[in-house]
């Protein structure tokens, strides 16, 4: 079995103006929501039970869910109307909505990869990880390092020099860039110490130092950030030029 999450309770300030207006779930990319774009994905791909977070013109996204008869999936919605609680507090609120005791698939909701997650979930599992995160070798002003072994060592903000080591081995490892989708075990829970408003990658370091962290190497032709105008016009020509 498998649960799914999808971050969309942001504030979608880089998407502006299309965000003035409506949340960046809903904003259409090739006349389709980026939110649909991602339930779709994720129903191909089998999972049983969809959480989506909602912050940000929450009820435009709880009105077109309904419209949409929750496109015949088991979606349940994480309410974050009071306090955005970033990444990792929002996985932590959601967590009673999943089925227990079953891995976590989180999914932004402005990605748009041609990654095969059945490989990604097959890796998980033979590598026993406690966590397992998508990464692509591409230019970014964030990075997160790993190991030969595949093991989380660090992170580093390229603009302002700030470094978050988690292991002595982080100098001899291999910077990549996060694509926004992880695999979690349902142990991550129990060792959640944070509260509130958090990071998740935060809490990703600070158990990499006795954990399984492990990157999956996304070696796929099609990865976009959709979370800039000029990103989301380049997907749609892409796009477009596919389907003629």
Known sequence: MLNAMIFAAGLGTRLKPYTNT???ALVKLAGKPLLERAIIKLIDLGVDRIVINVHHFADLIENFLKEKNYFGADIRISDEREELLDT????????????????????NVDILSSID????????????????????KRESSRYLFFNKEKQLT??????TGEVKQARADMNESEPLAFSGIHLVDPKLFDLIEEDGKFSIIDLYLRLAKTEKM?????QSDLWFDLGKPEQLQKAETLIKNNEQ
């Open 88 to 107: 990792g507090g929002g996985l932590k609120k959601a967590k009673g909505l999943f089925i227990p005791d079953v891995p976590v698939l989180i999914y």
């Open 22 to 24: 409506k949340p960046k």
């Open 154 to 159: 660090g992170w580093k903000n390229c603009k």
């Open 214 to 218: 492990l990157a999956y190497k996304d």
């Open 117 to 136: 997650l059945n490989e990604l979930i097959q890796q998980h599992e033979s590598a026993k990880a406690l966590v397992s995160m998508v990464m692509r």
